[in-house]
Structures are given as structure tokens and as C-alpha cells.
């Protein structure tokens, strides 16, 4: 299998630079894997579609399609190895990003990554999403805030919403299981947090590995400055 990845239909288009971005990333990956955790999938297929694909295929999102459209400013909240801020930065040029994550180690890793791919349009911060979201530097100021396997949907809205503009977008990367066993802890939460749940949508990921489903919500005001509350307290004590 070539890195052109002729089989996968991706949810947004790429071109050649892209797809070469892709394939640098994928090496960089494996490589820094061996001395950081950073992933336990290191099959090439499967993280082409377990960690690319499924970081893209928030392109399905009309609230996603709009802020792209615009050339938006997103967060990527606990980032890890770079999911799903680093494909959506490769996919999407005309956008900004800002990746944080709470360890040293992985917004180092990060900051490799948009160097050597000439993602100039990233910035990678190293901090606590409650730290940043009560900080005025960046409180409020993003159209779309994006969150991957970090936290319950409840705990998650409490990081995210305080960095969107109103009318902004909060978007989680959620299992299927996010419908039965997260939706209505994620209703408590959204409405001491000025939002709007929209309705979660699931797809399928290729070759049968699985499906996953987006929980995202409109952020109708400013958050109160009750929220975030202090580093630790939201897992703590989910809303
Ligand atoms: C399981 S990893 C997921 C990484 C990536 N989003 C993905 O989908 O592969 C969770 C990451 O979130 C980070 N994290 C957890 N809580 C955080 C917080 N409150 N603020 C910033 N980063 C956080 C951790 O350091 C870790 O790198």
C-alpha cells in the first residue's frame, strides 16, 4: 500500500501536498512513539483511519462545514498526539488552530510536527483547558471548540464552552454510546452553560472498524465566569 491512500474515500478533499503532509505525519508518529506515548494504533491502515479519517470526518458537520467556510478559529482541547487538530490544520489551511494539551512532552511533539509540515497556522499551548478558559487571552474568542477522548461530555462542555463566542460551536468526538449513557448528563450541563445541544450524528468508520458519534452543542451567550471552575474540580464534580 502506497501513502496515496487511493482506497480511503476521505470526508474532505486532498491534494498531493496534503496527502504528503499526511504521510510525514504518519512517520513522524511511529518514530516519536517509540520514545513518548503518544498512540497505542501504529498500524499504518489503521491509523489512516482510526486517527486521520475519523479526525476529518467532522467535515460531515454542517456547524464544521460553516466555520470552514468562514476560515474559523478552533481549539483543540487535550490534543494528545495531535487528534484531531493536526489533520483538520492539514486539511483545512484557511483556518487557525490552537492545540493544548496539559503534558509537556505531547505539545512538544506537536510543535515538531507543525514545523517540520509547515503548518504555520497552529499554535500548540501547553496548559490546562480550565487555566486557559478563564483566562481573558483566550476566553470567548473561538468559533469551534473540538475535544477527542478526553473527558464525559459533561465534564468536556465545562472545558469547551467558556472559550466560544457566542454562537460558537462545541464539537466531541463521542462513542456510539454517548446517546444512552452521556446525553442527558451533557442536557444538565448545557443548560447551566448557555448552550444548545444539537443532534448527535453517528457514521460508520471504513472497513468496518467501527462507528463513532459527534455530541455538539451552539454556545448561545457567554459563559457565566463561575465556569471554568478550577483545574481538577469539573472531573471532580461533573455539572
Ligand atoms: C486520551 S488522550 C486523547 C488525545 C487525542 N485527543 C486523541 O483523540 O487521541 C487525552 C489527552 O487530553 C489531555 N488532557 C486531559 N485533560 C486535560 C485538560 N483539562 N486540559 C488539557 N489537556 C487535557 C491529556 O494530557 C491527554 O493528552
Known amino acids: 500500500m502506497g501513502n496515496d491512500m487511493e482506497w480511503l474515500a476521505w470526508p474532505v478533499a486532498l491534494n498531493e501536498f496534503q496527502l504528503r503532509q499526511f504521510a510525514r505525519y504518519y512517520e513522524m508518529l511511529v518514530d516519536w512513539n517509540e520514545r513518548i506515548n503518544l498512540t497505542g494504533i501504529v498500524d499504518e491502515d489503521e491509523v489512516y483511519i ?3 479519517y475519523d479526525s476529518l470526518a467532522v467535515a460531515k458537520l454542517p456547524v464544521w462545514q460553516e466555520a470552514a467556510r468562514q476560515g474559523g478559529r478552533a481549539i483543540d482541547i487535550g490534543s494528545g498526539a495531535g487528534f484531531p487538530g493536526i489533520p483538520l490544520a492539514i486539511a483545512y489551511p484557511n483556518m487557525s488552530f490552537v492545540l493544548c494539551d496539559a503534558l509537556q512532552k505531547r505539545i ?3 510543535q515538531e510536527v507543525c514545523s517540520d509540515l509547515g503548518l504555520n497556522h497552529v499554535e500548540c499551548v501547553h496548559g490546562r483547558s480550565e ?7 483566550w476566553r470567548g474568542t473561538f468559533d469551534v471548540a473540538l475535544a477527542r477522548a478526553v473527558a464525559r ?3 468536556l462542555m465545562e472545558y469547551m464552552a467558556p472559550f466560544l463566542r457566542p454562537g460558537g460551536a462545541g464539537i466531541c468526538y463521542k462513542g456510539p454510546s454517548f446517546v444512552h449513557e452521556e446525553f442527558d448528563d451533557a442536557k444538565r450541563a448545557a443548560t447551566k452553560l448557555h448552550c444548545r445541544l444539537l443532534d448527535p450524528l453517528t457514521y460508520d468508520l471504513p472497513r468496518g472498524l467501527g462507528n463513532r458519534t459527534f455530541a455538539s452543542f451552539i454556545q448561545l451567550q457567554l459563559v457565566s465566569k463561575s465556569y471554568p ?3 481538577g474540580v469539573p472531573s471532580k464534580q461533573p455539572l
Open 108 to 110: 512538544h511533539f506537536l
Open 50 to 52: 482510526k486517527h486521520f
Open 229 to 231: 471552575r478550577r483545574a
Open 153 to 155: 461530555a459533561n465534564v
Open 131 to 137: 487555566d486557559m478558559g478563564r483566562d481573558s487571552a
